[in-house]
Antibody, heavy 118, light 109 residues
Framework: EVQLVESGGGLVQPGGSLRLSCAAS????????VNWVRQAPGKGLEWVSY?????????WYAESVKGRFSISRDNAQNSLFLQMNSLRAEDTAVYHC??????????WGQGTLVTVSS | QSALTQPPSASGSPGQSVTISCTGT?????????VSWYQQHPGKVPKLMIY???KRPSGVPDRFSGSKSGNTASLTVSGLQADDEADYSC?????????FGGGTKLTVL
């Protein structure tokens, strides 16, 4: 069974930083591309970032986070990370770790809540 | 990276069919056959219902179907059931990114 478990969320002041982690299990993590997708309270889903799998180091970012967020992975530890800097109130959301297959978001973690507020 | 356009709400009675639209541009929906649809019940994680415009993952009932014409994709739910009441979101690959729709709340009357 595929499992994705996020951690690292919390309350942070505007301008602050936070690092999210995602522990993956139930599949060969290194073979797959993974993403961060967020959902602000009461709002729709928003794709945040992508990192390739299968030996690819390709990373992509939504315009809203480009230059502030950095995605990375540790295949030896079956882990995905999201380093978030210069956080803004509009970054407040539940952040989900998501495995994509065939350009669709197939498997989702439960998410970790990030709140940016003074 | 503008959001795809979905109607905020849709409704139908049990047994009826309802179609939800998802309108993008020639840079996303119109450019790629990588449109997918997600069902999300309150407080739950999104569930993939349709991928590559019209394919269903294992376990998704064939009451759910997808299609695309030009820059608009559609999700049709046939034989509506009470448990189909949920939020439905579309997304499209847009070349080095994905764009989501704002979501449609489906109410089963």
């Amino acid at each position: 069974e595929v499992q994705l478990v996020e951690s690292g969320g919390g309350l942070v002041q505007p301008g602050g930083s936070l690092r999210l982690s995602c522990a993956a299990s139930g599949f060969t993590f290194s073979d797959y591309s993974v993403n961060w997708v967020r959902q602000a309270p009461g709002k729709g889903l928003e794709w945040v970032s992508y990192i390739g799998g299968g030996g690819s180091t390709t990373t992509w970012y939504a315009e809203s986070v480009k230059g502030r967020f950095s995605i990375s992975r540790d295949n030896a530890q079956n882990s995905l990370f999201l380093q978030m800097n210069s956080l803004r109130a509009e970054d407040t959301a539940v952040y989900h770790c998501v495995r994509d297959v065939d350009y669709a978001f197939k498997d989702w973690g439960q998410g970790t809540l990030v709140t940016v507020s003074s | 990276q503008s959001a795809l356009t979905q109607p905020p709400s849709a409704s139908g009675s049990p047994g009826q069919s309802v179609t939800i639209s998802c309108t993008g541009t020639s840079s996303d929906v119109g450019a790629y056959n990588y449109v997918s649809w997600y069902q999300q019940h309150p407080g739950k994680v999104p569930k993939l219902m349709i991928y590559e415009v019209s394919k269903r993952p294992s376990g998704v009932p064939d009451r759910f179907s997808g299609s695309k014409s030009g820059n608009t994709a559609s999700l049709t739910v046939s034989g509506l059931q009470a448990d189909d009441e949920a939020d439905y979101s579309c997304t499209s690959y847009a070349g080095s990114s994905w764009v989501f729709g704002g979501g449609t709340k489906l109410t089963v009357l």
